[in-house]
């Protein structure tokens, strides 16, 4: 059997990971997209990858097939921000049954990528890690979670066959007809926890110690937005939040926190805007989260 045809549209510190083990273990041909000096110095020098317990190199192909080839999964492990760039520059090697898998924060991705595409099979995505690009053709894994979960309402052998290669690559990998909630319940997770940096300029594991009661608040507010939209949370998903809270690294800052700090584009509208916005379409009090949201967008259109 041919190995499946896989693309990872992004590599930072989740796209960088995902296709370094997936080249390491040679069981799929892998496409990684990437950019700007960290192409040039994986293209010069491959792709290494710092790993909790192991350090490894790869050399992944950074061109993508010919056109008339349509990929088996694409994975847009790109910012919510920059999907309509991907998808665009990924279109021409989607095919019908290509499997697309958005790997960024938010829950709201599945209908804007089917929008922008028009072809494909378009699944909720999700994936628990935490890494960065430690310098150009460098990708840093800070801890040894790596989670990801991924699916549709209906699922195919070709989600199977992909599931398959992730796990034996050393992912792992869940593939589920109700990945909408698994991605609601690391949503709740995200959500909070890079608001409430983002807000208080502190690392996770500091705005857990010092503001316990805005972290509760916050959790009690994403969840009952969650069931507004039709997704069933409750205690037993924010007491798994707390627990998790309970064990963070020391001094782990979130993706939005650092966006925010270096002053990049940031993630505010998927993360904090999205739960503040829903809330008002369904007549939901919010206060924690819009008091960080305006805060957040005035600093981000430097009022702050």
């Not at 790869?58 to 847009?76: G, I, Q, S």
């Not at 801890?143 to 199977?160: A, N, Q, R």
């Amino acid at each position: 059997m041919a190995k499946m045809q896989i693309a990872v549209v992004g590599a930072g510190g989740v796209g960088g990971y995902l296709a370094g083990k997936l080249v390491q273990k040679g069981l799929a041909q892998v496409h990684l997209v990437a950019r700007g000096e960290h192409l040039e110095a994986i293209e010069k020098s491959g792709l290494q990858i710092r790993d909790v317990e192991e350090t490894f190199t790869v050399h992944p192909d950074t061109t993508l097939p010919e056109k008339e080839r349509p990929l088996d999964a694409v994975f847009l492990a790109v910012k919510s921000y920059d999907f309509e760039a991907a998808c665009a520059q990924i279109a021409p090697w989607i095919g019908d049954e290509t499997l697309v898998i958005p790997l960024a924060n938010g829950v709201d991705h599945k209908a804007k990528i089917e929008t922008l595409l028009g072809r494909g099979v378009v699944c909720e995505g999700c994936v628990y890690i935490i890494s960065h690009i430690e310098a150009p053709g460098v990708i840093r894994k800070k801890s040894p979670l790596f989670y990801m979960v991924f699916g549709d309402t209906t699922i195919t052998p070709k989600m199977e066959a992909l599931a398959a290669v992730l796990n034996e690559s050393g992912l792992k990998t869940k593939f589920t007809a109700d990945a909408r909630t698994e991605c609601w319940k690391k949503y709740l997770f995200i959500a909070t926890f890079a608001t409430l940096t983002a807000c208080h300029e502190l690392p996770m594991d500091a705005v857990y110690a010092r503001y316990p009661d805005e972290v509760d608040k916050a959790l009690d507010e994403i969840i009952a937005v969650a069931r507004a939209v039709g997704v069933s949370l409750g205690e037993a998903e924010k007491e798994k939040v707390i627990k998790q809270a309970q064990n963070l690294p020391e001094g782990a800052k979130t993706s939005m926190q650092l966006d925010f700090e270096a002053g990049k584009k940031t993630e505010l509208e998927s993360l904090t805007g999205y739960v503040v916005h829903m809330a008002a379409k369904h007549g939901i009090s919010v206060p924690r989260m819009q008091v960080c949201y305006e805060k957040l967008r005035d600093k981000k259109q430097g009022k702050a």
